[in-house]
């Protein structure tokens, strides 16, 4: 690790920085990265990171010269981190008014920051691919907070099963086969994806059904057992249940069409990389649809409309 200059120093007080810091300073996307994904939440994961590096700053300098990779220790840091929120959140969600979904992401050029206010900083936005569309991040839901930790570590940041292992505390063989059962409940869930193209006409031609009242056309787009799940929160007017089927969900549909005539924008968007909606009302985003289509119907639509989870998408 490169020296760092010491307050004792002939230097001290000349306001020269910290030769070590933008090292230090720059896993933060790297962490910003791998915290959404563990936790699947923009504000949970901007605090982990935050706690990250309260405990870099925590340790002497003399503890920080010591330490061969800062990165390496940063990420076992914020994925012990991780670890402990997971378990706590478990507990929380039980209580959680309707059901839960993974926090939305905007496109990269709309994300900066989950603060209210903070300026805007590259470093902090979220890489999108396939490990945070909302299809994946709800399946890590289900996991238990040991297999996501293995999995994301190691399937998705390709960190080799001996380093998972002294991260999580356990032996490489148990890391490893937590992967493993991990990885095959993915695969057991997964249907084949539509092209992208594909996705994002399908979704333009709902959002066309859906501004046109057309049942039989939302119907056709959607898949026979199709289901709708919302997260208001406890904050915001949602169904608290899942809707089942897709003549149901085109039902449902047209209603929230009726209700929102006159008063809200229908907007194509991308939500954690997939084509998807969102709802506005004199300019702020009150609700955003992530869909996962896949044999060319719509299989799942996720509504998000808790407004804590919204504060990305804020735009008035």
């Known amino acids: ?43 949970e994961a901007e605090d982990a990171v935050q706690e990250t590096y309260a405990r870099w700053y925590a340790i002497s300098a003399q503890q920080q010269d010591a330490i061969e990779s800062p990165a390496a220790w940063l990420t076992t840091v914020a994925s012990r981190i991780c670890l402990n929120v997971l378990g706590s959140a478990r507990a929380r969600r039980e209580t959680y008014v309707g059901e839960w979904i993974p926090e939305p992401l905007p496109e990269p050029a709309e994300w900066t920051s989950v603060r209210v206010g903070a300026a805007a900083d590259p470093a902090d936005r979220v890489t999108l691919d396939e490990s945070v569309s909302m299809a994946f991040l709800v399946m890590l839901e289900s996991m238990t907070p040991a297999q996501r930790v293995a999995f994301i570590l190691h399937d998705v940041f390709r960190y080799p099963f001996a380093e998972v292992a002294e991260i999580t505390g356990r032996t490489p063989a148990a890391c490893r086969q937590l992967a493993s059962s991990a ?16 996705q994002t006409g399908i979704i333009r031609a709902f959002k066309a059904a859906w501004e046109a009242k057309d049942i039989n056309a939302l119907i056709s787009l959607l898949d026979p057992d199709a289901t709708a799940t919302a997260d208001g929160g406890g904050l915001a007017l949602t169904f608290l249940s899942p ?11 047209i209603e929230i069409a009726n209700r929102a005539a006159g008063t809200m924008r229908f907007l194509e968007c991308t939500v954690n990389g997939q084509p998807g909606l969102v709802a506005q009302q004199d300019g702020v985003t009150v609700t955003v649809f992530a869909f996962d289509v896949a ?7 996720w509504v998000i409309r808790n407004p804590e989870k919204l504060r990305p998408w804020t735009t008035g």
């Open 243 to 253: 809707i089942e089927g897709s003549e149901q969900i085109a039902r449902a549909w």
């Open 1 to 43: 690790m490169t020296t760092r200059s010491r307050p004792d120093t002939a230097d001290s007080g000349r306001g020269r920085p910290d030769p070590g810091l933008d090292a230090v300073m720059g896993e933060r996307r790297q962490l910003i990265n791998l915290t959404y994904r563990l936790l699947g939440s923009l504000a």
């Open 295 to 301: 044999d060319d119907r719509i299989k799942h639509i």
């Open 183 to 198: 990885r095959r409940r993915i695969r057991g869930a997964q249907a084949p994806a539509s092209p992208p193209a594909r």
